[in-house]
C-alpha cells in the first residue's frame, strides 16, 4: 500500500533538518518533534515528490531495505505526523513542496521513522515563539498563551 503524501497544515509547522536528525516545531502548541536521518529524509520526500510512488522510489532508491517495509515505514510516519497535527495528507498531483533534498550516506539502510515528542520547551515557545517581536518590543507573553503549568 502506499503512503499518502503530505502537506504542511500552516505556517505555524517549521522544521530543519540537521546532519542526524530533522527537527520539527508546532509553535501555536508549544511542542517540538524530532525524526532520525532516515525519518527525516522520508518526510522531506512525502512532502515534496508529485506523487506517492515516485516519494516512495527515491526513498527506495536512497535506503538499503526490503520493498514492503519501506512501503509500510512510510505509510505509519504518514499516521504519526498527520496525528501529531504536523502535517496533512496531499493528493497526487498536487502541488508539494520544493525542496532541495541533498544526498545521504553512502550505504544507507532504512529503519522505520519513528517520531518523538517533546513538550519540555512548552512555556518557552508559547513565551517567545521564534523571536516574534512586535512594535511592544521583545519580550513579550503572547495572548493566547496559558499560564506557567
Known sequence: MLPSLLKLPHDDIVFENYEDEM???????????????????????????????????????????????????????????????????????????????????AGSIYAPPRLDRYDDIEDILKFDPVHEVAETGWPNVRADADGPR
Not at 517540538?32 to 515528490?49: I, M
Request: proline content about 5%; aromatic content about 4%.
Open 23 to 105: 527537527v520539527l516545531l508546532n509553535l501555536p502548541e508549544g511542542v517540538y518533534f524530532t525524526l532520525d536521518r532516515v525519518g527525516g529524509d522520508c518526510l522531506l520526500w512525502l512532502l515534496s515528490a508529485p506523487n506517492a510512488a515516485a516519494a516512495v522510489e527515491a526513498i527506495r532508491a536512497r535506503h538499503a531495505g526490503d520493498a514492503g517495509e519501506i512501503e509500510a515505514g512510510l505509510v505509519r510516519l504518514v499516521e504519526q505526523v498527520t496525528g501529531a497535527g504536523l502535517a496533512l495528507a496531499r493528493a497526487d498531483g498536487e502541488p508539494g513542496l520544493d525542496l532541495e533534498i541533498g544526498p545521504v550516506e
